[in-house]
């Protein structure tokens, strides 16, 4: 008898069922031994992990709390990694709640096996004290072991990293106040550099993060990440609605103080082992209160701090291989000011509604010279226009300075009047010119105040104050009559400025600094302290 066609395709029908079923069947038993077997090795790598990179670190310390390997796809989890500066504990330098690490399935195609690391909501947090202990230690940061301590992370090099919704947090003197950039992310991709070997930046990076709460910064660019002796990068930047008032507690042992305040920005900047450079194509600060506090208590950390800053100036003007430039620098709407503690008696003065402008500034003579200009509102009143041209020498300050301030209530000066002359007014304006040069290591020029309508004494203001205050008072009112000019009703003199700098290495804000003290000032009181002296020479004798 003949056999059915069941019969006859049967053994073969279950042969290829069994072929399948072992087919199917030993990749899904295999799949879950290794993922039986992850678990069980997940607490003696988390152990020996963590041990390993406590060993490595110089200075600090892990904790790992959890880990989980996964043997299919061999990637590997690290759950709470904690980074703690041994000095300052808390709080920790760094806090990864997720950090995953796996093979860059992609370069396999390429033949190279590399690594790809993915880091979800980092925090990291630094604080002065920290920042302290790191620069008074003798470690590098090189030799604090942190590339050992990513190593022993995962076997393989890092080729890829994904950072995702990233907090970097600074806290200064002030913890109320601490500079926060929020909602970071960053991608760097072929950091091992596996393709495009000849090219000098084969690395692609993008990093954006919100700024202080309202700000916001972009920055894209390429990298050579394995450049000896240090990684070069080329990258541009671009930055919106920054505050910078949050830099106040930072700027504050400058003796800087900030209130309000825009910032935008953008450019580029290259730095590499062999090159240098940083060209900002615009920078502009709206709405800022800047003032400079001189106290007697900072004078001696000021004096350090402008020898430092003279020094950093000097050795990048021209410097070859460093090149700084640029194209517009301008402030709007901004109060400038100088608040001077240590005088006789404090005062304060400053230029209202400014709004300044310079274009071309740069390093190197080669770029040419800088233009500025100037308009604003001395001690609120006074119409001040100002113009000069900087040039960027290596043997001294190189600059050319024209001012003018018109019709400055003279009211407003009263502090500054009581400092420097022991008066004040109870009514006149104020008016200056000037013109000054500095270049070759000497000084030319001139400053010409006007005073206009001067009432020095006011019986009803000052009928509190003492005789001899008054009788000075009296004195110097009737100075400023004998000196006005009978057509214009006004006093006018001159201080002429000509000679060698003291100091080559001098900086033009010194020399503006200390033109305002030595001649500003002398200027504005023409004869008035003399005659201050001679009625107290008066009144003393009469009460002999």
């Known amino acids: 008898m003949e056999e059915s066609i069941e019969e006859k395709f049967w053994p ?5 069922s069994r072929a399948f079923r072992w ?14 077997a992850s678990f069980f090795l997940d607490e003696p790598l988390r152990s020996i992990m963590e041990k390993q990179m406590n060993r490595d670190l110089k200075g600090y310390s892990v904790q790992l709390p959890k880990l989980h390997l996964q ?13 703690m500066q041994q000095a300052h504990l808390n709080p920790p330098v760094a806090y990864f709640p997720v950090l995953k690490a796996s093979i860059h399935w992609r370069e396999i195609l390429s033949g190279r096996l590399v690594a790809e690391f993915r880091l979800d909501q980092p925090k990291i947090n630094i604080n002065l004290p920290q920042l302290r202990s790191e620069a008074a230690s003798k470690i590098s940061l090189k030799e604090h072991g942190w ?11 890092i080729n890829s990293v994904k950072i995702n919704d990233a907090s970097v947090t600074y806290v200064d003197q002030d913890p109320k106040r601490p500079l926060v950039l929020s909602h970071l992310n960053l991608q760097a991709t072929n950091i091992r550099n596996v393709h495009l070997r000849d090219q000098v930046y084969p690395s692609s990076f993008h990093l954006d993060t919100a700024i202080f709460g309202t700000g916001h910064g972009i920055i894209d660019g ?27 507690t930072v700027l504050a042992r400058s003796n800087l103080s900030i209130q309000g305040g825009v910032l935008h920005a953008s450019g580029d900047a290259e730095y590499a082992p062999n090159v240098k450079s940083a060209h900002l194509e615009y920078l502009t600060i709206q709405g800022m209160k800047l003032e400079y506090v001189h106290s007697q208590r900072t004078a001696d950390a000021e004096k350090k701090r402008a020898a430092v800053v003279r020094k950093t100036a000097r050795e990048l003007s021209n410097k070859p291989g460093i090149l700084i430039r640029a194209d517009q620098l301008r402030l709007t709407g901004c109060t400038l000011g100088m608040v001077n503690k240590a005088a006789r008696k404090p005062y304060r003065v400053f230029l209202a509604d400014t709004d300044f402008h310079m274009n071309n500034f740069s390093n190197q003579i080669s770029q040419g010279p800088a233009e500025a200009r100037l308009t604003a509102k001395f001690m609120g009143s006074g ?3 100002a113009s000069g041209n900087f040039r960027p020498q290596k043997v001294g300050p190189d600059w050319d300075l024209h001012l003018k301030i018109q019709d400055t209530q003279l009211t407003a000066m009263n502090d500054l009047l009581r400092s420097y002359g022991n008066f004040d007014v109870s009514a006149g304006t104020f008016s200056l ?7 070759n290591n000497t000084i030319s020029g001139y400053v010409k105040p006007f005073f206009r309508d001067i009432n020095v004494y006011d019986g009803g203001k000052d009928k509190e104050q003492g005789i001899l205050h008054q009788m000075r008072e009296m004195m110097i009112g009737g100075v400023a009559k004998v000196l006005e000019n009978r057509s214009r009703q006004e006093v006018a003199t001159r201080a002429d400025i000509t000679g060698s700098l003291e100091n080559p290495k001098t900086s033009t804000w010194q020399i503006i600094v200390e033109l305002v003290k030595n001649a500003f000032f002398k200027a504005i009181l023409p004869g008035f302290e003399k005659e201050g002296d001679k009625v107290r020479n008066t009144v003393k004798d009469s009460k002999k």
């Open 12 to 16: 073969k029908r279950m042969y290829d």
């Open 23 to 36: 087919g199917i069947g030993i990749p899904v038993a295999l799949a879950l031994v290794l993922y039986i």
């Open 71 to 83: 043997l299919i796809g061999l990637s590997l989890t690290l759950k709470g990694l904690t980074v």
């Open 147 to 157: 590339q050992q301590a990513v190593e022993n992370i995962y076997p393989l090099k």
């Open 222 to 248: 390429k990298a050579n990440f394995l450049a000896e002796p240090y990684p070069g990068i080329k990258g541009r930047l671009k930055l919106e609605k920054v505050p910078i008032d949050y830099f106040n």
């Open 383 to 385: 119409i001040t226009t």
């Open 433 to 439: 010119i000037s013109e000054l040069h500095v270049k």
